[in-house]
């Protein structure tokens, strides 16, 4: 069966060092792949996604950076994080564009 | 673009009763699939429920069952025999048929389900 891990699930950063969120799918190939941010009590929204190695599409202009080194492992960075990035990120996949997307368990990022 | 508007911020049951959630949304597109997602307090996104838009009959799982009304671009959510477990932050959103998967969600409601 397919699962997606996705790590750190918290992390404490002081503004203006770099981040790196990791996700991966196993069980799957070549999936499509989703970062999305919620703020805290609202909606969620794409950030970035993929539909194959090395394609990325960026919904929102931002100081993150999305990246697909590998089939299934989808990269969230940025060079230097603001207190503006704070939030709780989610990686989500599937297969076919119309499926439902499969969610990780989130990483909860604070900025200080 | 394509919105999707959850007008009840906050909603509350009664343990075993039912509750039916709204939402509405805004596109000019004729391929399109709707979702719920649930979000309990661990804050997974957990799939509730599934409509194709090409599709006149509702779909239904279990105790959660959708009023798709193409026509009012409404789509509302109906949880019956309601469970503590059911207590959760309730998201509709909105994907397109040609948009890559970009899911766009509403802002949310929260249920409460009272023992």
């Known amino acids: 069966s397919q699962t997606i891990h996705q790590w750190p699930a918290t992390l404490v950063q002081p503004v203006g060092s770099p981040l790196s969120l990791e996700c991966t799918v196993e069980?799957?190939?070549?999936?499509?792949l989703y970062w999305y941010r919620q703020a805290a009590g609202r909606g969620l929204q794409l950030l970035f996604y993929?539909?194959?190695?090395?394609?990325i599409s960026s919904e929102v202009p931002q100081n993150l950076s999305a990246s697909r080194p590998q089939d299934r492992q989808f990269i969230l960075s940025s060079k230097k994080l603001l207190l503006s990035d704070s939030g709780f990120y989610l990686c989500?996949?599937?297969?076919?564009?119309?499926?439902?997307?499969?969610f990780g368990d989130g990483t909860r990022l604070s900025i200080l | 673009a394509q919105t999707v508007t959850q007008s009840q911020p906050e909603m509350s049951v009664q343990e075993a009763e039912t509750v039916t959630l709204s939402c509405t949304y805004d596109t000019s597109e004729s391929d399109y699939y709707l979702f719920w997602y649930k979000q309990p307090p661990s804050r997974q996104m957990i799939l509730v429920i599934r409509?194709?838009?090409?599709?006149?009959q509702n779909a239904t799982e279990n105790r959660f069952s959708v009023n798709f009304q193409k026509a009012a671009k409404s789509f509302s959510l109906k949880i019956s025999d309601s469970q503590l477990g059911d207590a959760a932050m309730y998201f509709c959103a909105y994907v397109s048929g040609t948009s890559y998967g970009k899911l766009t969600f509403g802002q949310g409601t929260i249920l409460t389900v009272h023992p």
């Open positions: 069980g799957t190939s070549n999936p499509n």
């Open positions: 993929s539909v194959g190695i090395g394609q």
């Open positions: 409509q194709e838009a090409y599709k006149q």
């Open positions: 989500a996949w599937n297969e076919q564009p119309n499926q439902p997307q499969h």
